[in-house]
């Protein structure tokens, strides 16, 4: 199956399986994602299946939300996908504050890590 239409544009169905992989790897319920980009559950429900199209305002808050990027999103391009470009992509929309606050959380965590090692999962 082409991920593209025609004219070049992004398949509804590929992109919202995408945004529902996404939203899986977050751990989250269409209920709570659909709170934190500010949209209702139904329309996430239908851009998950393909039967509706995001904005660019949807599209948007996706990003900034999780970090993943547009090209992954819109075009499956993995490229500019690693974790620490979507920490990055997830500051450079925080206010300073926030910014702040996520560095006192990765500093506590890794303290912790260096102080009880990484093999916690391991049991």
Request: net charge neutral; proline share 2%.
């Given at each position: 199956?082409n991920d593209?239409?025609p004219?070049?544009m992004?398949?509804?169905?590929i ?6 992989g ?13 709170e934190m ?5 139904v329309?996430l429900?239908q851009i ?7 904005s660019?305002k ?5 990003v900034?939300?999780?970090g993943c990027s ?6 499956g391009?993995?490229n ?7 920490i990055n ?6 206010s300073?504050?926030n ?10 965590s890794?303290?912790f890590?260096k102080a009880?090692?990484?093999n916690?999962d391991q049991?």
């Amino acid at each position: 199956m082409n991920d593209y239409l025609p004219n070049n544009m992004p398949n509804n169905l590929i992109v919202g399986e995408r945004i529902r992989g996404i939203r899986e790897d977050l751990k989250m319920n269409r209920e709570r994602f659909s709170e934190m980009i500010d949209i209702s559950d139904v329309f996430l429900g239908q851009i998950e299946r393909g039967e509706r199209s995001l904005s660019l305002k949807t599209l948007y808050r996706i990003v900034s939300f999780t970090g993943c990027s547009t090209d992954y999103i819109l075009f499956g391009n993995k490229n500019n996908n690693s974790i620490v470009d979507k920490i990055n992509r997830i500051l450079a929309n925080s206010s300073d504050t926030n910014i702040k606050y996520f560095y006192e959380l990765i500093n506590c965590s890794h303290m912790f890590f260096k102080a009880y090692g990484d093999n916690l999962d391991q049991k």
